[in-house]
């Protein structure tokens, strides 16, 4: 009998304490763009304690050490620093210290996420209810399109108009945008009406009619998701301009955007959000819902996922089905579609989702020539369609006319013997 393979030692083991609790802290956080968000939280927390002393690396250990030793007195801190953001959230609106009440249980994520990696325990529910009602819940709606033609209009290059023009058309997050590549991204053809495919080869006239976008690679929040025809348009015009100044092809791993050429680097998250930020101020297209509020009637980039999903939720697809509003939810960026159990029981291919969205594209497209274009090829797909039903109809009549005919010849045959 084989004897079990020692892998440990009892004797070598070393306690986690003498890890750094910033590097525990960021091995739980697997995106950069959170690092960053998560980082400057933390430090905001830990630059209000007087005694913590400094660099930001310095005030973790010291944090860190008078957790594990004073459990009673670090509760009373977080109690008192809940207390100071409630009070911040009871301040005027218009006062530069004022806190929407919403934004407090996001100031203590990052602190949770701190004692947890730690593996310092403490009892949250006392804490948690200090934070007050959130009352400042505000109803907000989509962009409606000429808004967004008004966007587009305060564009001042091609990336941006892509950018617009891909985010209204696909419904995604603001987020999918980190990280994408150019590989993320392909062109989706037409085989025969009601049939599609990525393979160029099995379609007749290589006609693209939409794309198709990988959100969030390499993430469990991973899905496909699909880009009108404009938008992927626009996104031949950007890889133009790239190639220009790149002096080459780009590589299916090439970011797709990018904030300087000479380097390759590619714009993060936060970066494409304040692009389009600066974009959407400039068109002055949002308008704040009262006076003394601060919501706006429709968030700035949020808007155009927001008129996605009304537009698609409208559409009326001939059969309706349960199986279509579970697609729906897919190209949402949803991993559960209307049930828990569509994602474990249920499994479609993105070519599947190409029909109901090739119905929504001429409301989802901004410009009205794409519109327009894509309306005429609905109505000339009808046209084929009846055309072939007439031809089948004919070729059905004839073959009765024949059949009759034949009928009519045994009968006179027979009569003849």
């Known amino acids: 009998m084989s004897k079990t393979k020692q892998l440990f030692s009892l004797a070598k083991l070393e306690s986690s304490t003498q890890d750094d609790p910033l590097e525990l802290f960021y091995s739980g956080i697997k995106s950069q763009e959170t690092k960053t968000a998560y980082t400057k939280t933390l430090r905001e927390f830990l630059d209000s304690i007087e005694d913590f002393e400094g660099t930001f690396e310095d005030k973790a250990r010291q944090f860190a050490s008078f957790a594990q030793k004073e459990p009673d007195k670090l509760k009373q801190l977080l109690k008192n620093y809940a207390i100071y953001q409630k009070q911040r959230s009871e301040k005027p609106v218009d006062n530069s210290d004022y806190l929407s009440p919403s934004t407090i249980p996001n100031k203590f994520k990052e602190i949770?996420?701190?004692l947890k990696m730690n593996e310092i325990p403490i009892e949250w529910?006392?804490?948690?209810?200090?934070?007050?009602?959130?009352?400042?819940?505000?109803?907000?709606?989509?962009?409606?399109?000429?808004e967004i033609r008004q966007i587009l209009d305060y564009s001042t290059d091609v990336t941006?108009?892509?950018?617009?023009?891909?985010?209204?058309?696909?419904?995604?997050?603001?987020?999918?945008?980190?990280?994408?590549?150019?590989?993320?991204?392909?062109?989706i053809y037409e085989i025969k009406t009601g049939l599609y495919t990525h393979d160029k080869s099995k379609s007749n006239d290589s006609r693209v009619v939409c794309a198709s976008m990988v959100v969030y690679n390499d993430t469990s929040s991973k899905y496909l998701g699909l880009i009108s025809i404009e938008a992927w348009d626009k996104l031949q015009s950007v890889r133009k301009h790239w190639i220009e100044k790149m002096n080459r092809e780009p590589k299916p791993e090439d970011p797709i955007i990018l904030t300087r050429f000479k380097d390759g680097r590619h714009f993060s998250r936060r970066g494409i959000q304040t692009k389009m930020y600066h974009i959407i101020k400039r068109s002055n297209i949002q308008k704040t819902l009262k006076k003394e509020k601060?919501?706006?009637?429709?968030?700035?980039t949020h808007g155009m996922r927001k008129r996605w999903n009304k537009i698609m939720s409208e559409q009326k697809i001939n059969q309706d089905s349960?199986?279509?509003?579970?697609?729906?939810?897919?190209?949402?960026?949803?991993?559960?579609?209307?049930?828990?159990?569509?994602s474990?029981?249920?499994f479609s291919e993105i070519e599947e989702s190409v029909l109901?969205?090739?119905?929504a594209m001429p409301d989802l497209m901004i410009s009205e020539e794409y519109r327009a274009k894509r309306d005429l090829e609905l109505i000339q797909n009808e046209n084929t369609k009846l055309q072939q039903t007439i031809q089948e109809k004919t070729y059905a009549l004839e073959m009765i006319e024949e059949l009759k005919?034949?009928?009519?010849?045994?009968?006179?045959?027979?009569?003849?013997?």
């Open 294 to 300: 601060r919501a706006y009637e429709v968030p700035a």
């Open 160 to 187: 941006s108009d892509f950018l617009i023009l891909a985010e209204s058309s696909s419904g995604m997050r603001i987020g999918g945008w980190e990280n994408q590549v150019w590989g993320n991204i392909r062109p």
């Open 112 to 114: 949770k996420k701190f």
């Open 356 to 359: 109901q969205y090739l119905l």
């Open 125 to 146: 529910t006392n804490i948690d209810a200090i934070f007050p009602e959130i009352t400042n819940l505000h109803q907000t709606r989509g962009y409606t399109t000429d």
């Open 405 to 417: 005919a034949k009928f009519e010849r045994f009968e006179k045959y027979e009569k003849q013997e």
């Open 322 to 342: 349960h199986a279509n509003l579970i697609r729906k939810e897919r190209l949402f960026g949803h991993k559960i579609g209307v049930t828990n159990l569509d």
């Open 344 to 346: 474990s029981y249920f």
